[in-house]
């Protein structure tokens, strides 16, 4: 019902459709026939270039890509993003389908939670939510100056987030590590995860180079890494580069964007609670230990 008349109904039976698809999706230990959405094949169903001409320099570019895909799809960490998103669905001038994943593991989690002010009408939909050690409304010379002490730039999506965030506090790489959501899969943000990244990619006072990390929970050859990969590098070359990550970005031995999650598997998950959280534990510590930091340690 979805390849046939959901995803191409549009292209394919010239009927638009403003179908929401609430699904459950989030590794808590339960098995693999409670585990996973298939959120790869959602978006294998999706109508998007992963290099898009022109790229998107504007709000309104990357807007109007809401108009050119099939579906929407999207997966959000926080209740106001998810009222905003169900609110904007309504008001676009178009109906699209529209796909969201939802972690039933965020509906008890205290730290998943939103003010009556972010359900106001001040906040929209972010596409992108910037990392909220880093956030701003105005990004200001102290931003800027703080941002100077970030080594690596985690990018994941939904819950995922809070497991990465605790542990990072737990290590006290608060000034390191900068995390940034993407809470919208399709159609991808380039222009606002391009905006995210700036800050920490474009800072030519910074003498080493930013490591960029793609994290998920699902395995290597399921999730988002497979759509993500080429449209993360494709922002990564519209950018304005600080001299040393365009440097290390040209190494040929150096990969743009770095995979943390499961191995690619057969099986969605695991059936063993043991074994979920041991990889679990594996993911998030992988997210802030890299073969440099190994070798410093081995010297």
């Known amino acids: 019902i979805i390849d046939t008349f959901i995803a191409s109904g549009e292209e394919k039976w ?27 094949r959602f978006l294998q169903l999706c109508s998007e270039s992963e290099d898009p001409d ?118 006290g790489m608060e000034a390191e590590v900068a ?18 990244l700036s800050l920490f990619m474009c800072n030519s006072d910074v003498a080493e180079p930013v490591e960029v990390v793609w994290a998920q ?6 999730g988002c890494w497979t759509y993500f ?6 922002v990564l070359r519209h950018m304005d580069l600080s001299d040393a990550n365009a440097s290390a970005l040209l190494e040929s031995s150096r990969r743009p964007i770095r995979y943390v999650g499961r191995p690619s598997s057969a099986s969605t998950a695991t059936g063993s609670f043991a074994l979920h959280r041991e990889e679990m534990n594996n993911i998030v510590s992988e997210a802030f230990f890299f073969e440099d930091d190994a070798a410093d340690m081995e010297n």
């Open 179 to 196: 995390i940034i959501r993407v809470e919208q899969l399709c159609p991808f943000p380039f222009w606002s995860l391009r905006n995210a």
């Open 54 to 171: 022109p790229f998107p320099h504007t709000h309104a570019h990357e807007s109007d890509a809401l108009c050119s895909v099939n579906m929407h799809i999207l997966n959000m960490s926080t209740p106001a993003q998810y009222f905003h998103a169900l609110r904007r669905h309504m008001l676009l001038p178009i109906r699209k389908p529209l796909v969201i994943f939802t972690p039933k593991y965020l509906l008890h989690h205290r730290p998943c939670s939103s003010s009556l002010e972010e359900l106001g009408p001040a906040f929209t939909f972010q596409t992108v939510l910037q990392d909220p050690l880093f956030a701003s409304t105005v990004v200001d010379a102290e931003t800027f100056e703080r941002a100077k002490t970030v080594r690596r730039v985690i990018l994941c999506s939904g819950k995922l987030y809070y497991h990465l965030a605790r542990k990072r506090k737990a290590m």
């Open 229 to 234: 990969e080429p449209r993360i590098a494709n």
């Open 14 to 40: 010239v009927r638009s459709s403003g179908l929401v698809i609430l699904l459950p999706h989030g590794y808590d230990g339960q098995g693999p026939d409670h585990s996973s959405a298939r959120v790869e």
């Open 217 to 222: 929970e699902e395995p290597r050859n399921m």
